[in-house]
């Protein structure tokens, strides 16, 4: 019986980009991982929708299509907004027409990264946005048909505002900088007060050293008096 792990379709161990063939349909991804959208935007910029829903099992064909829906803020329902699919991107709302890039995976009918890029965002987008993953996942037997949903709340304000976090993070770095600048000072105080310390012991030393030499020096000259006598 053949090695499985000398299939000339069997992809490698970690793979991150393995091309398909005619021989060999499957395909290897990049690895994935879902990670939330931000949520505040800024009127007249542009701003990245994020929606991500990875595959449990990578190795598994699929083939997905995506759905947008916004729901206005203090609006009760949801409406199409953008779709898209093995036939491209489509802009469902007049309200989004021209102001959506598709911004998630490509040259890939596999969606795990449904992502879109609004362009000159408004006031009016505000809201919650919706998009939802029709995947459809190819075993070897059976294929089975998996929706998944991600959420975003969307805020539009006149000005870009500072988070906690980020205030947070520069107070820590101005104290961090402030504390080791205080560290060197005491550091180059106590070196300083050493070496000074150090030289004056050298100079008490060499004082010792040079009034004993002349003390000697003295004594013998007295003894060579006292034996000329």
């Known amino acids: 019986m053949p090695d499985s792990s000398l299939h000339p379709c069997r992809p490698p161990h970690r793979c991150w980009r393995w091309h398909p063939t005619p021989l060999c349909p499957y395909q290897c991804h990049g690895a994935c991982a879902e990670v939330d959208s931000d949520t505040e935007a800024v009127a007249g910029k542009g701003f990245k929708l994020g929606c991500i829903s990875c595959k449990r099992r990578s190795e598994v064909r699929g083939e997905a299509s995506v759905e947008w829906y916004f729901r206005p803020k203090g609006e009760a329902d949801f409406f199409l907004m953008y779709t898209y699919n093995e036939d491209g991107p489509t802009i469902e709302s007049d309200q ?7 911004n998630g995976s490509k040259r890939s009918r596999d969606i795990q990264d449904a992502s879109i890029y609004l362009l000159n965002v408004t006031f009016n987008d505000s809201g919650t946005y919706r998009c939802f993953f029709n995947r ?3 075993y070897e037997n059976y294929e089975y048909n998996d929706v998944v949903s991600k959420v975003v709340h969307l805020s539009v304000v006149g000005k870009a505002t500072r988070g906690t976090a980020s205030i947070v993070s520069e107070v820590m770095m101005y104290v961090s900088i402030i504390g080791l600048q205080l560290w060197l000072l005491i550091e180059m105080i106590y070196c300083y007060r050493k070496i000074a310390a150090a030289g004056e012991e050298a100079l ?12 000697s020096e003295s004594k013998d000259n007295c003894a060579g008096v006292q034996v000329g006598e």
């Open 204 to 215: 008490r030393e060499a004082a010792n050293a040079e009034y004993l030499a002349i003390a």
């Open 136 to 138: 459809i996942l190819s």
């Open 96 to 102: 989004f027409e021209a102001r959506v890039d598709w």
